[in-house]
């Protein structure tokens, strides 16, 4: 069974920065690929950032430049660098097991952590 427990959110000021963590368990996390997500209230959850086994990396439009997606794959977790937040950076961010195909998309699996609040706030 596969579980993925995220870390590091908060409050943070306008401008400012936070790292969040995504832990994973139950499946082979260096042939995964990993995503981060966030959906703020009344809004559809979106696509962060997505990292393939490879390292290849894709960023939604929104936060390209500003955040950076990581992974360790000796300790099975997957970070998000946040910098230079924005109020609309405010939402609950998820952990995704799926896979990023060639082409740049991503697909997502059934297994999702918990959440983690963020909310950019002066």
């Known amino acids: 069974q596969v579980q993925l427990v995220e870390s590091g959110g908060g409050l943070v000021q306008p401008g400012g920065s936070l790292r969040l963590s995504c832990a994973a368990s139950?499946?082979?996390?260096?042939?995964?690929?990993m995503a981060w997500y966030r959906q703020a209230p009344g809004k559809q959850r979106e696509l962060v950032a997505a990292?393939?086994?490879?390292?290849?990396?894709k960023y939604g439009d929104s936060v390209a430049g500003r955040f950076t997606i990581s992974r360790d794959n000796t300790k099975n977790t997957v970070y998000l660098q946040m910098n230079s937040l924005k109020v609309e950076d405010t939402a609950v961010y998820y952990c995704?097991?799926?896979?990023?195909?060639?082409?740049?998309?991503?697909?997502?699996?059934?297994?999702w952590g918990q959440g983690t609040q963020v909310t950019v706030s002066s």
């Open positions: 139950g499946s082979i996390f260096s042939i995964d690929s």
């Open positions: 995704n097991r799926g896979r990023l195909g060639p082409s740049g998309t991503y697909y997502p699996d059934k297994d």
């Open positions: 990292i393939s086994p490879g390292n290849i990396k």
